[in-house]
């Protein structure tokens, strides 16, 4: 599976930006996904999930509020609508999917991951 990640940037603190995650050639509606992200030196940390029918969701603490996971009408394509951005939330972001029967939000329990795309929040 050959995941896509786009609509990263650089934005000031408090504004937004919509990542959007997709897969050509390859439908998601069968299968739990999330984002993770990683900032320089330090460990890729879970942000957001989202069910494979998009009927639950979950988010880390620092980001509830804030930031929305959800699924497209598009079937192969989800997003995370990030809002009132912090210098913190500044990483590389990287839509993940789970295929398989694991449970959980660490990353051990997801099983492939695109390349991830770069959000830059300047205070």
């Not at 000031?12 to 993770?36: E, H």
């Not at 990683?38 to 999930?49: I, L, N, Y």
């Not at 979950?58 to 609508?81: A, C, E, M, P």
């Not at 990483?91 to 029967?101: F, S």
Request: glycine share 12%.
């Amino acid at each position: 599976v050959h995941l896509v990640e786009s609509g990263g940037g650089s934005v000031q603190a408090g504004g937004s930006l919509r990542l959007s995650c997709s897969a050509p050639g390859y439908t998601f509606n069968d299968y739990a996904m999330a984002w993770f992200r990683q900032a320089p030196g330090k460990d890729r940390e879970f942000v957001a999930a989202i069910s494979f029918d998009g009927s639950s969701t979950f988010y880390v603490d620092s980001v509830k509020g804030r930031f929305t996971i959800s699924r497209g009408n598009i079937k192969n394509t989800i997003y995370l609508q990030m809002n009132s951005l912090k210098s913190e939330d500044t990483a590389v972001y990287l839509c993940t999917i789970r295929t398989g029967a694991k449970t959980g939000y660490d990353v051990a329990s997801y099983d492939y991951w695109g390349q991830g795309t770069q959000v830059t929040v300047s205070s």
